[in-house]
């Protein structure tokens, strides 16, 4: 079946960039659906940080998009976020997540991890 | 940018059908799905497309839209469907946007 796996470090100094990857199993990520980062904060709801169509079309949260990059690698399957200039609101679980289209919903998600931001 | 609107809280008693609202300008308009997340796990997708259920999901739970709100509805709530709920929609500005969530306590 399809998994989705999270991966990179727990804590992040203020000012830095925080750089995490998901790897893809069960799917080839050339072949379609919408790849995307989501972050929920200790204690509160979700936000949608950006999605990465197969092709490499980029959809960014207008709120994070001069911060926001994601790229996606084939090769590898597996697609990565970076978040530039990281404050401690930046603190949440980052989720992993595949859509299929703009009008359907996340199906599959990776089991989180904690990012950390703090001196 | 755009926002939905979601109770903080609702309460069920078992067996008793449960519904959860979300709302947002011009929602009747959109593809609308629901979340279920428990604490410490990852959200579960129970509806999309409005009124559509992924495999594996009960019956019980169900979507409708009218106007500019959107409800998940549980019927014959039990212990098991406490937990937070999420509604979601894409928005041409603003992507793929949450609602702020819904803590379903079933007393």
């Known amino acids: 079946q399809v998994q989705l796996q999270e991966s990179g470090p727990g804590l992040v100094k203020p000012s830095e960039t925080l750089s995490l990857t998901c790897a893809v199993s069960?799917?080839?990520?050339?072949?379609?659906?919408?790849w995307s980062w989501i972050r929920q904060p200790p204690g509160k709801g979700l936000e949608c940080i950006g999605s990465i169509y197969h092709s490499g079309i980029t959809y960014y949260n207008p709120s994070l998009r001069s911060r926001v990059t994601i790229s996606v690698d084939t090769s590898k399957n597996q697609f990565s976020l970076k978040l530039s200039s990281v404050t401690a609101a930046d603190t949440a679980v980052h989720y992993c997540a595949r859509v299929f289209s703009p009008h359907d919903g996340f199906d599959i998600w990776g089991q989180g991890t904690l990012v950390t931001v703090s001196s | 940018s755009y926002e939905l609107t979601q109770p903080p809280s609702v309460s069920v008693s078992p067996g008793q059908t449960a519904s959860i609202s979300c709302s947002g300008d011009?929602?009747?308009?959109?593809?609308v799905s629901w979340y279920q997340q428990k604490p410490g796990q990852s959200p579960v997708l129970v509806i999309y497309?409005?009124?559509k259920r992924p495999s594996g999901i009960p019956e019980r739970f169900s979507g409708s839209t009218a106007g500019n709100t959107a409800t998940l509805t549980i019927s014959g709530t039990q212990a098991m469907d406490e937990a937070d709920y999420y509604c979601?929609?894409?928005?041409?500005?603003?992507?793929?946007?949450f609602g702020g969530g819904t803590k379903l306590t079933v007393l």
């Open positions: 979601q929609a894409w928005d041409s500005s603003t992507h793929w946007v």
């Open positions: 497309q409005n009124d």
């Open positions: 069960g799917y080839s990520i050339s072949s379609g659906y919408y």
């Open positions: 011009k929602l009747g308009g959109k593809f």
